[in-house]
């Protein structure tokens, strides 16, 4: 019998989950604003849940819910997100519990698969007790930045707001559904530092973010025209910056390396369950973004 008890998270416990968080990741944790719009502000909704032990709360774990096209079809999907242990009841199995309640919830919901870019730690347990199945890793691009530079030409229209009908990805494979709602909240609604973009008949969405102590810019999403997109990417990347960094789809490594991008020893570790669903376990049959993530 388990020395913790599992239960649906409460407003009450908003400071409990944002110390779990603060302790484990620093200054690279939410902050109070982008929790409460993550989670309070999805279109698609959250799971949320909170382990108490020893009198207190000792672990958290959320799922964000995104309605996705998988294989052809809209259907809901959720992420793991956001989960840590506090470290003196790390062993327990407080992740894994809190990971199962989720997808017994998500799978009552008619949830088709659950993902996940998996950080080191918890790879393992869900490729082990938790029986998910590891996908690909996809691997990080990256512009170098010198501290003085020459500012690339800008040729895009600033982005406001998205107001277009439909999924602007459609002809992608499994992809989350970029329709204005998403786009809006997780973008432009956002409290983090993104900019979007329109040229050419496509966005794309740049971010600014302290990453291991060094500032770097990102291409959070990106649908159209690669080149010219990167470049107006290039033109909002602010003086001092150390580099810019994307995530290549299929097809797209030429335009990146015209751009002056290289791939990184960086990636991230895509993984799936099936819920209500199947789960293709081809990596082509997936389409990310970084802002597809939730750490980016």
Known sequence: MSDFELAAYEPAQ???YLRLLRDAWGYA???????????SRNPAGSLMSVARGDGRVVGVAA??????IIGGESRLATFSVHATTDPVARGRGIFVGLERKHEQ???AR????VLAFASAPTAPLFLGPLGWTEVGRLRIWARPLPTLWLRATKSAERVDRFDFAGDAAAGWPNHVVRDAGFLNWRYLDSPRDYVAYRADGGYAVVGHKVHRGRPIALVADLV??????????LAGVRRGTRALIGLPGPGEATAYLSCGFVPTPMSLHFMG????????????????TLGDTDFF
């Open 224 to 233: 159209g025209p690669v080149r010219p997109l990167l470049r107006a990417c």
């Open 273 to 288: 369950k099936r819920l209500a669903g199947e789960l293709d376990t081809e990596p082509r049959a997936w389409r990310f």
């Open 110 to 113: 008619g949830v088709a698969v």
């Open 63 to 68: 799922h964000s819910l995104y309605r996705m």
């Open 105 to 107: 919830e998500a799978q």
């Open 29 to 39: 944790a939410l902050s109070g604003a982008e929790f409460d719009w993550w989670f």
């Open 14 to 16: 908003r400071a409990d």
